[in-house]
């Protein structure tokens, strides 16, 4: 449905960029490699248990659809897979699973690598090992993207400065449209749920849905504070988050050694990931953070997640791109790679450096396998 504006629509979507005008024009995802993600392991294989822990690297299959393709190569309950994080199906993705198997030996990889090949679609399994425990999500350490732009149309100089200006200063932590479904869905489908809370609904949409709605809140405060010019700089009654972890402190009155922290990157400011509770931030801070949250849709979606039972917490709105290297591949044609935090997204980064169309075949999904 069309939304009003201020709706859901506007919500999840339309988010200003901070680092000024585009400087290019370019195409995605002409092939799967051009978009390649592989996941950086948060710990090593235990090497014993009754879990199966899988490397695998795919094309033309997300997440999700391996899961259950690896419950049925196994012959398993779906909830016996686990895995740390999504992946895109249009992409060149590596990723681990585990496929818990007490008192089993594995089943034949070859077998599982066959049942995923044809249309698009394959499957390799790199590496295996035994581990004691089921792979939880978030369990990984980040990921690692190297993306090919196509049909490049810009000023060199121009896009090497920005590349640049993204290197030194980082770009906006928005989470990326793929959290909010086909036109933003996902939130329109979330102020229905919490409508009708008693309506029975799988656990795994459900989370899905609380998921989007947090995001969507979250990406208001910051499209506020990119407006502002605030969002790496920090306000008075500011939440801190040290870089490389998700521990905050604060706030705390203004200080030079807090304005080098924050310069320094050592910390990055935060806005609220919704729930239950008073906003931990005080001051010019919480008043922005109310503002942007006002409207109708916003506070059906407050009140919603806070009766769902979460409680508040805390995310950077400043992203910095580790590891950020850029190549000429040809004169219309630009490999960028870059490492990211768990739960950031690459579109973030793209985004600040102008329109790029997604060029991804829109054929359907592979169909769910069948089967145990």
Known sequence: MAAEPGGSADIAAGTPTAHGAPVLSATIRQHPSDFRVDEIDGFEASGAGEHLLLTIEKTGMNTAFVARLLAQWADVDGRAVGYAGLKDRHALTTQRFTVQLPGRDAPDIAALEAMATGHGQSLRVLAQARHARKLPRGALAGNRFMLTLRDVAGDVAAIEARLQTIATRGVPNYFGEQ?????????????????????????????????????????????????????????????????????????????????????????????????????????????????????????????????????????????????????WQTRDQLQVSFVLPAGCYATSVLAELGTIGNVAARRPAPDAPTGG
């Open 179 to 327: 959290r909010f479904g086909h036109d933003g869905g996902n939130i329109d489908k979330a102020l229905r749920m919490f409508a009708a809370p008693r309506r029975r609904m799988d656990r795994d949409q459900r989370a899905m849905l609380l998921s989007a709605a947090r995001s969507a809140l979250f990406n208001r405060v910051l499209a506020a504070r990119v407006d502002a010019g605030d969002w790496d700089t920090g306000l008075d009654g500011e939440v801190w988050m040290l870089d490389g972890s998700r521990s905050v402190f604060g706030p705390e009155p203004a200080s030079a050694e807090l304005d080098a922290r924050v310069a320094a990157q050592d910390i990055h400011p935060t806005a609220p990931l919704w729930g239950r509770g008073a906003l931990r931030s005080t001051g010019e801070a919480r008043a922005r953070e109310a503002a942007a949250l006002d409207d109708p849709q916003a506070l059906a979606l407050r009140e919603g997640l806070e009766t769902a039972g979460l409680s508040q917490e805390r995310r950077a709105t400043r992203l910095q791109p580790g590891e950020l290297q850029w190549t």
